[in-house]
T-cell receptor, first 119, second 114 residues
Framework: DAMVIQNPRYQVTQFGKPVTLSCSQTLNHNVMYWYQQKSSQAPKLLFH???????NEADTPDNFQSRRPNTSFCFLDIRSPGLGDAAMYLC??????????????????FGSGTRLTVV | AQSVTQLGSHVSVSEGALVLLRCNYS??????LFWYVQYPNQGLQLLLKYTSAATLVKGINGFEAEFKKSETSFHLTKPSAHMSDAAEYFC????????????FGSGTRLSIRP
């Protein structure tokens, strides 16, 4: 089945040690998103790629970076994780702009998330 | 700007009772509206969506929602709650002209009493 896969499901990293989270998709969707979700809160959009175009949210800290080497893969890099970065990180995908309202898959498809612990 | 407001961060119902989760939206353009469910330590799963077709939308697991423009609401209902419905539910909105940047509400945790 076409899907969005996040690896690993659980990641423990040390304070200040760079960490990379991975997301892959077999849906061939144009857009890939990274969300941060802290306990009992709504997912917060960090950035998204529309094809190769990177779109950063205004309030996303510089500590967070992303790479999309090809259509299928997108990575979230946290350069120097702090205790406040402990959260669930969700990857999502969607088709591109326009003419998609009748697409039964319209909307986002989410991966299962990576729960990041900072020690 | 678009936003959604979910009334009630926590709702508790008895098994077999009606489930009603409230969502009101604000949008300067015709909206697309969504309900997502999140089980513990999982990603979000789409329950249903409104994309300007029928105002009563049926989704998975027996859930449905009705778009009411006059009330700017998109409440989620299920006639009879099951224990397996216990989860976090998010209402979300996006612009009808774009598939990007869905805005999520703050979520409602649904608990089911035996």
């Amino acid at each position: 089945d076409a899907m969005v896969i996040q690896n690993p499901r659980y990641q423990v990293t040390q304070f200040g040690k760079p960490v990379t989270l991975s997301c892959s998709q077999t849906l061939n969707h144009n857009v890939m998103y990274w969300y941060q979700q802290k306990s009992s809160q709504a997912p917060k959009l960090l950035f998204h790629y529309y094809d190769k175009d990177f779109n950063n949210e205004a309030d996303t800290p510089d500590n967070f970076q992303s790479r999309r080497p090809n259509t299928s893969f997108c990575f979230l890099d946290i350069r120097s994780p702090g205790l406040g970065d402990a959260a669930m990180y969700l990857c999502a995908t969607s088709r591109g702009l326009g003419g998609v309202a009748t697409d039964r898959n319209y909307g986002y498809t989410f991966g299962s998330g990576t729960r990041l612990t900072v020690v | 700007a678009q936003s959604v407001t979910q009334l009630g961060s926590h709702v508790s119902v008895s098994e077999g009772a009606l489930v009603l989760l409230r969502c009101n939206y604000s949008s300067s353009v015709p909206p697309y509206l969504f309900w997502y469910v999140q089980y513990p330590n999982q990603g979000l799963q789409l329950l249903l969506k409104y994309t300007s077709a029928a105002t009563l939308v049926k989704g998975i697991n027996g859930f449905e929602a009705e778009f009411k423009k006059s009330e700017t609401s998109f409440h989620l209902t299920k006639p009879s709650a099951h224990m397996s419905d216990a989860a976090e539910y998010f209402c979300a909105v996006s612009k009808s002209s774009s598939a990007s940047k869905i805005i999520f509400g703050s979520g409602t945790r649904l608990s089911i009493r035996p």
